[in-house]
């Protein structure tokens, strides 16, 4: 029974770290190219979640429900509400005060997301009670060996897989992955190699918001239900993974997220408002330790 129990647990655990991961690589992306903690980063995650339950009804007397199509053109809607708004947040918010002091900008990101959850909490058409999230895809259970879990697992699972998997050939293998390590090292050497930084900026924002919108889909499959304030918590979490593995550091990030998600779910399973407060103790305990992170390489850095 108790092994059973641990493999369950455990199953969770990668589960909500899929989701943890996604929205941290953004953190960490933004951080590594601007030097940016964008807090309103996990209101991408919202808009994301709000976006796939959108198109979810706008789509669903064209596709049957259930079908793999509509499952994707959702997941498209969510990528695309994330990076877009993520898009049009620095454009709008971060690039004005780009080389201002940096509290400026953590302001602002602070601003933009009180202004994000504010300004949906307020339309008439979203508001700001729960609202139920729909069943975008039939849930099944799969046994293996003795336990059994979810199909919604294996999805969460397999799509924050193929997106970082995605993201890590991006940054490695192709010129705009090249562009953006450039420019993550030293700004004004890549101006001088004929690097626009400004669009290597602005793609970095539109990548870590489309898979923070992801995340936000996902979780409204897995826990179904969304609401305007439903990425503070998510946020904050996400970014003590990211601090966590090492911030600016994208395997860092990923194996904070997961560090993350066994250690909340294993917390709840005693208690869940341990599970709650776990990440907070664990960034304490980071910050004292380690304070660069697991794979964070000591940089001084001027604030």
């Known amino acids: 029974m108790g092994s059973i129990v641990n493999t369950q647990q455990i199953i969770n655990g990668l589960q909500v770290g899929s989701i943890y991961a996604l929205i941290a690589l953004g953190y960490t992306m933004v951080y590594g190219i601007v030097r940016l903690i964008n807090f309103a ?3 991408f995650f919202m808009l994301g979640a709000y976006a796939a339950y959108a198109a979810f009804y706008l789509f669903n007397t064209w596709f049957a429900k259930g079908s793999g ?4 053109i959702v997941l498209l809607a969510s990528m695309a509400a994330g990076g877009g708004v993520a898009l049009l947040s620095n454009r709008f918010a971060y690039k004005p005060l780009r080389y201002k002091p940096k509290l400026s900008s953590l302001i602002t990101a602070i601003g933009v997301s009180m202004f994000l959850e504010y ?7 979203i508001g700001p009670s729960f609202r139920a999230f729909p069943t975008v895809l039939p849930k099944r259970q799969i046994p293996i060996g003795q336990a059994t879990i979810s199909n919604y697992v294996v999805i969460d699972l397999a799509v924050a897989a193929i997106l970082m998997i995605g993201l890590t050939l991006l940054v490695k293998k192709s010129s705009l992955g090249k562009a953006m390590r450039a420019v993550s090292q030293d700004k004004d050497a890549a101006r001088l190699m004929g690097i626009d930084v400004e669009k290597v900026i602005g793609w970095t924002f539109l990548i870590g918001g ?3 919108g992801a995340a936000g889909l996902l979780s409204g499959m897995t826990y179904p239900r969304i609401f305007p304030y439903m990425g503070i918590q998510p946020g904050l979490k996400a970014f003590i993974a990211a601090v966590l593995g090492g911030i600016g550091n994208i395997p860092g990030a990923v ?3 997961y560090i993350m998600g066994l250690a909340e779910t294993f917390a709840s399973a005693y208690n869940s408002l341990l ?3 776990i990440a907070f ?6 910050l ?3 304070p660069r992170g697991i794979l964070g390489e000591k940089i001084a850095d001027k604030i």
């Open 210 to 212: 489309a898979f923070a």
């Open 255 to 257: 194996l904070g997220a």
């Open 281 to 286: 103790a664990i960034l304490i305990v980071v």
């Open 69 to 72: 199509i509509l499952a994707f």
């Open 288 to 290: 004292l330790v380690r």
């Open 275 to 277: 599970g709650e407060g």
């Open 119 to 125: 300004f949906f909490s307020a339309l008439p058409a």
């Open 41 to 43: 980063h996990g209101d």
